[in-house]
């Protein structure tokens, strides 16, 4: 392997088996022992003012990159893209360029991919149960939020269709629809409607399940033709109407059609989502589906799990371990005290992010990150349960309402 490809190797974890050999961190099983001494205080100076200035400055970009993230929302997912970077880059640089050191051998080693899968997902599996019980308890009895389980409820809507967005009312008609959470609403005004106008009408349509009316403006007359169709028409033109709509469960597509005197108007100023740069036709349509999932499994992986992962324990535990070589447990299930420095670090990072002391509970289950780095060897089975944990979140919250 040339030098230019040794390199790339290195950075993204990955080795050849005839390089395949243990790092430090690996030493925890019961047929072998822990190293007798920990570096030499010069050397442990050295590594804790690396260590320190490593976090800093992952707290001061991943903080800076959020709050940059809320100003500009419209690049959210490309900042939240450079975040997942930084804590590959920041990690492989400093041992690379300041400690002098191989990356891979300073702990950044994924390990073999099938036994770090299968630990990984036998921990998921594992605590499952216990994760759903414990959830359970927080959500509904401290937080007040009852459970209506429902598959329909795992459909999302459409990216960029939920929440209003903002346009000017100065236009000769403006039409806006909006997903908001179970709710569709819909809401126009005729800035300049002309004399003798007739009334603007717009029939809202599904095709596989019920709709039902949730909340009609006063200016708005609706009429419920059937279960699946509900025709809204403006009482009063120059006024704002409209009506929320609740869609019943499996709606997998909405459909609106405009008309004035029965005629479909010809108009650009239709408006889906938070999107008001880019008017719909008309008729216009949206709907729910359930790719979202797969996308936020890869996310959870790859931008996720796989960056924080390799940071903190790929990188932050691994030098812990040099400093501090104390181990506590019995039998196979003995862990390092780094495991728990590591996971108060991984706790103060999401925190600092906005301040939110609930997210200091990220520190119970990164002690079964910690864990499954060092009794699997590598990174994979870690960042496979960190991903999952996530997931589980977001696949259980969705199935609690206030």
Not at 93 to 120: E, K, Q, S
Not at 318 to 324: A, E, K
């Amino acid at each position: 392997m040339g030098d230019r490809a040794r390199s790339s190797a290195t950075v993204l974890g990955f080795r050849s088996k005839s390089e395949l050999r243990r790092c430090p961190l690996d030493e925890t099983s019961d047929d072998r022992e822990p190293p007798k001494a920990a570096a030499r205080p010069s050397k442990r100076s050295a590594s804790f003012k690396e260590l320190g200035l490593a976090f800093v400055a992952s707290l001061v970009i991943t903080s800076g990159l959020s709050a940059l993230q809320g100003a500009l929302p419209s690049y959210a997912s490309g900042i939240y893209v450079l975040v997942a970077v930084s804590f590959v880059l920041l990690p492989t640089w400093t041992v690379r360029w300041w400690r002098r050191d191989d990356p891979i051998a300073a702990g950044m080693d994924y390990g073999r991919l099938r036994p770090g899968l299968a630990w990984g997902l036998a921990a998921t599996g594992l605590t499952l149960v216990p994760f759903l019980l414990g959830f359970h308890i927080w959500t509904a009895e401290v937080q007040g939020r009852k459970l209506n389980f429902q598959w329909s409820n795992t459909m999302r809507w459409e990216p960029g269709v939920e929440g209003r967005g903002e346009v000017s009312r100065d236009l000769r008609l403006v039409v806006m629809a909006w997903a908001d959470g179970r709710s569709v609403r819909i809401w126009w005004v005729d800035g300049q409607a002309l004399a003798g106008d007739e009334p603007l009408t717009i029939q809202v349509t599904t095709q596989s399940g019920p709709l039902e009316l949730d909340e009609v403006n006063p200016h708005t007359q609706a009429e419920v033709i059937d279960e699946q169709t509900i025709r809204l028409t403006d009482k009063h033109s120059k006024n704002v109407a409209g009506a929320d709509l609740r869609i019943g469960e499996w709606v997998d597509q909405v459909d609106f059609a405009l008309q004035r005197a029965g005629k479909a108007l010809e108009t650009s100023a239709i408006f889906i989502g938070r999107d008001s740069t880019n008017p719909a036709s008309n008729p216009f349509s949206f709907g729910r589906n359930w790719w979202w999932i797969l996308n936020l499994l890869l996310t959870q992986l790859l931008f996720v799990g796989l960056p924080e992962e390799y940071f903190y324990r790929g990188y932050i535990q691994p030098t812990l371990r040099l400093l501090d070589t104390g181990t506590f447990g019995f039998g196979r299930f003995r862990v390092s005290r780094s495991i728990v420095v590591t996971s108060l670090l991984f706790a103060l990072g999401h925190v600092a992010i906005d301040g939110n002391l609930i997210r200091g509970a990220v520190f119970f289950p990164s002690l079964v990150f910690g864990w499954l780095r060092e009794r699997s060897g590598g990174l994979t089975a870690s960042i496979v349960y960190h991903a999952a944990c996530n997931s589980m979140v977001e696949l259980t919250v969705i199935h609690y309402f206030f």
